[in-house]
């Protein structure tokens, strides 16, 4: 029995560092986050399905787990999504709201090694490399308004995910051939045009456009004025499924003959948590899972193509148990996990429905939605909470609102506990295909996360040079010459003139124009206020 042990224990150290040494590249990659899903929500949806008779014992993912992964920050072992999925995307990690961006040193805190030489450089995305370098199809499908940190981390640069004009601009600009999810309200003028001038086809809460849409035009169909609803409170009628939105992308994006890039983000997970909202938690992630069934079955049929699944950190301690749960050892399935699947809407969604309802509605409501007979003290707290919702998706669950009380409520009818209403640093999951059994085996931190999407994908020229080639300084790339920046406009404006010649370079955008005459380039520029410069294509000065 030692023996066979020891040879497992060999086999899996081996099978970790053979990937490590060699992946057969695929035709395709996809990469899948469930945001913000701590192990514990993994486990409570797994049970949850089985309680409700929805589809087996397992889920999607479970044939394909194949290890952990430590996700953090560069001087923060507790990640933010901007750093994290930033690393999966360029090999870096990063400081809390960066976007696929060199962080600034911090000497006393950092966990790897930091160049402060190279602070606020943009770095070269996998979702970019696959576009530029091997003229491959790229997407992103999510359920948050598109430039929403993890999206933005695959296709723009900034220091600060929240400025949403500078990382909107850069993600159309980017060219995609699929964008999906909400944010109509961010599109401007400028982008909309771009996607006229690129025959970009823009679908703006026209469901049935959206499920007629089978041509070969880049797309983006925006649902809502940001974040689409939960899935749990979503109208079937008027907005599509996280797995519907996979499957129209895989769709499209299978007719390129070079083959894609796809990144899926089931994003509302890391909201529910945020709002210690246990049934939206299960629900939004059941929701993600059903995707990962439909990418799973695309890929074994497909036989080209590499999927991997993981979180980019957990979120609020969820757990199955909690300190008040007398012979916890004991409980049933049953007493578990019949209240909560008795709620029909999640916390925002019954919150909807109560602010616009009268107070002495407010028990048969409850009622109907969650079968909760609200005692004398449910009431007050429901009557006496300030009647607003919560600006900060990430302080719902510290703030005395009505959505607060309401999952309060909720949860004191359920056995599920939350250490906090924000990031936890735990290892989260990870589960992976390759048609040829290449898989990320073990323990990985999320710098080899993007080691393994970089060989997968099948990179000639790697992150670290391709982020030289296309994003130069521009008092590099144009030494010697005239130039100036024009900051007298929304976007700051590099003007470089050489004889008769003058290159104007507007920042976050991929057209640049020659004597007033447009040139597409296949990156972004990018501008940085912290030390005025420039990023921009080394082959630029070949046009003057």
Same mark, same amino acid.
């Given at each position: 029995?030692?023996?066979?042990?020891?040879? =497992?224990?060999?086999?899996?150290?081996?099978?970790? /560092?053979?990937?490590?040494?060699?992946?057969?590249?695929?035709? $395709?990659? =996809?990469?899948?986050?469930?945001?913000?899903?701590?192990?514990?929500?993994?486990?409570?949806?797994?049970?949850?399905q089985i309680y409700n008779k929805l589809g087996g014992n397992n889920l999607a993912i479970d044939p394909y787990l194949c290890g952990t992964v430590k996700t953090f920050s560069s001087n923060a072992p507790i990640g933010d999504s901007a750093p994290t999925t930033s690393c999966y995307m360029t090999g870096m990690p990063q400081q809390t709201g960066n976007v696929s961006i060199y962080p600034v040193a911090d000497p006393e805190n950092d966990l790897v090694p930091v160049d402060p030489a190279k602070a606020y450089q943009p770095l070269a995305t996998i979702l970019e490399a696959a576009k530029h370098q091997q003229n491959k199809a790229t997407g992103l499908v999510v359920t948050v308004e598109f430039p929403h940190a993890t999206p933005a981390d695959c296709s723009a640069h900034y220091y600060a995910r929240g400025k949403y004009e500078y990382i909107a601009s /850069?993600?159309?600009? /980017?060219?995609?051939?699929?964008?999906?999810?909400?944010?109509?309200? %961010?599109?401007?003028?400028? =982008?909309?045009? +771009?996607?006229?001038?690129?025959?970009?086809?823009? #679908?703006?809460?026209?469901? !049935?456009?959206?499920?007629?849409?089978?041509?070969?035009? !880049?797309?983006?169909?925006?649902?809502?004025?940001?974040?689409?609803?939960?899935?749990?409170?979503?109208?079937?009628?008027?907005?599509?499924?996280? $797995?519907?939105?996979?499957?129209?992308?895989?769709?499209?994006?299978?007719? $390129?003959? *070079?083959?894609?890039?796809?990144?899926?983000?089931?994003?509302?997970?890391?909201?529910?948590? +945020?709002?210690?909202?246990?049934?939206?938690?299960? &629900?939004?992630?059941?929701?993600?899972?059903?995707?990962?069934?439909?990418?799973?079955?695309?890929?074994?049929?497909?036989?080209?193509?590499?999927?991997?699944?993981?979180?980019?950190?957990?979120?609020?301690?969820?757990? %199955?148990?909690?300190?008040?749960?007398?012979?916890?050892?004991?409980?049933?399935?049953? /007493?578990?996990?019949?209240?909560?699947?008795?709620?029909?809407?999640?916390?925002?969604?019954?919150?909807? #429905?109560?602010?616009?309802?009268?107070?002495?509605?407010? !028990?048969? =409501?409850?009622?109907?939605?969650?079968?909760?007979?609200?005692?004398?003290?449910?009431?007050?707290?429901?009557?006496?909470?300030?009647?607003?919702?919560?600006?900060?998706?990430?302080? @719902?669950?510290?703030?005395?609102?009505?959505?607060?009380?309401?999952? *309060?409520?909720?949860?004191? +009818?359920?056995?599920?506990?939350? &250490?906090?209403?924000?990031? &936890?640093?735990?290892?989260?999951?990870?589960?992976?295909?390759?048609?040829?059994?290449?898989?990320?085996?073990?323990?990985?931190?999320?710098?080899?996360?993007?080691?393994?999407?970089?060989?997968?994908?099948?990179?000639?020229?790697?992150?670290?040079?391709?982020?030289?080639?296309?994003?130069?300084? +521009?008092?590099?790339?144009?030494?010697?010459?005239?130039?100036? %920046?024009?900051?007298?406009?929304?976007?700051?404006?590099?003007?470089?003139?050489?004889?008769?010649?003058?290159?104007?370079?507007?920042?976050?955008?991929?057209?640049?124009?020659?004597?007033?005459?447009?040139?597409?380039?296949? &990156?972004?520029? @990018?501008?940085?206020?912290?030390?005025?410069?420039?990023?921009?294509?080394?082959?630029? %000065?070949?046009?003057?």
């Amino acid at each position: 029995m030692v023996l066979l042990l020891l040879l =497992i224990f060999s086999t899996a150290i081996y099978a970790q /560092q053979q990937y490590r040494r060699h992946i057969r590249p695929t035709k $395709n990659v =996809i990469v899948m986050i469930p945001d913000g899903t701590s192990i514990g929500v993994v486990s409570a949806a797994r049970w949850y399905q089985i309680y409700n008779k929805l589809g087996g014992n397992n889920l999607a993912i479970d044939p394909y787990l194949c290890g952990t992964v430590k996700t953090f920050s560069s001087n923060a072992p507790i990640g933010d999504s901007a750093p994290t999925t930033s690393c999966y995307m360029t090999g870096m990690p990063q400081q809390t709201g960066n976007v696929s961006i060199y962080p600034v040193a911090d000497p006393e805190n950092d966990l790897v090694p930091v160049d402060p030489a190279k602070a606020y450089q943009p770095l070269a995305t996998i979702l970019e490399a696959a576009k530029h370098q091997q003229n491959k199809a790229t997407g992103l499908v999510v359920t948050v308004e598109f430039p929403h940190a993890t999206p933005a981390d695959c296709s723009a640069h900034y220091y600060a995910r929240g400025k949403y004009e500078y990382i909107a601009s /850069q993600m159309a600009y /980017q060219n995609l051939d699929v964008m999906f999810g909400g944010g109509n309200s %961010i599109l401007t003028d400028d =982008i909309k045009q +771009h996607f006229k001038n690129t025959g970009t086809r823009l #679908i703006q809460d026209d469901l !049935k456009a959206f499920r007629s849409f089978n041509g070969k035009d !880049k797309v983006w169909a925006l649902f809502g004025e940001r974040e689409l609803p939960y899935d749990l409170d979503r109208d079937s009628t008027l907005v599509p499924s996280l $797995n519907e939105m996979t499957k129209k992308a895989l769709d499209r994006l299978s007719q $390129n003959e *070079n083959g894609f890039f796809l990144m899926v983000e089931g994003s509302k997970v890391d909201w529910s948590a +945020h709002g210690n909202d246990a049934v939206g938690c299960i &629900t939004e992630y059941l929701a993600f899972d059903k995707a990962v069934a439909t990418v799973m079955d695309f890929a074994r049929k497909n036989g080209e193509t590499t999927v991997i699944v993981l979180p980019d950190h957990g979120n609020s301690g969820f757990t %199955i148990g909690r300190r008040d749960l007398k012979s916890y050892d004991k409980a049933t399935i049953d /007493q578990l996990f019949k209240n909560v699947s008795q709620y029909k809407k999640t916390g925002e969604g019954l919150e909807r #429905i109560l602010l616009k309802s009268k107070p002495e509605d407010f !028990k048969s =409501i409850f009622k109907e939605y969650t079968n909760i007979d609200l005692n004398d003290d449910e009431l007050n707290l429901l009557l006496s909470s300030k009647n607003y919702q919560e600006a900060d998706y990430m302080k @719902v669950s510290n703030s005395v609102n009505m959505g607060s009380s309401i999952i *309060n409520i909720m949860n004191q +009818h359920t056995y599920f506990g939350f &250490t906090t209403g924000g990031h &936890t640093g735990e290892e989260v999951f990870l589960a992976a295909y390759h048609p040829d059994g290449d898989l990320p085996i073990g323990m990985n931190t999320n710098v080899e996360i993007n080691q393994y999407l970089s060989d997968a994908i099948g990179l000639k020229t790697s992150l670290k040079d391709m982020t030289e080639e296309v994003f130069a300084k +521009h008092t590099e790339v144009f030494k010697g010459l005239e130039y100036s %920046i024009d900051k007298s406009t929304d976007f700051p404006v590099l003007k470089v003139k050489k004889g008769n010649m003058m290159l104007t370079i507007p920042a976050f955008k991929s057209v640049v124009y020659l004597n007033n005459q447009p040139i597409s380039l296949s &990156t972004v520029t @990018v501008y940085i206020d912290k030390n005025d410069t420039f990023y921009v294509p080394k082959s630029l %000065i070949n046009k003057l």
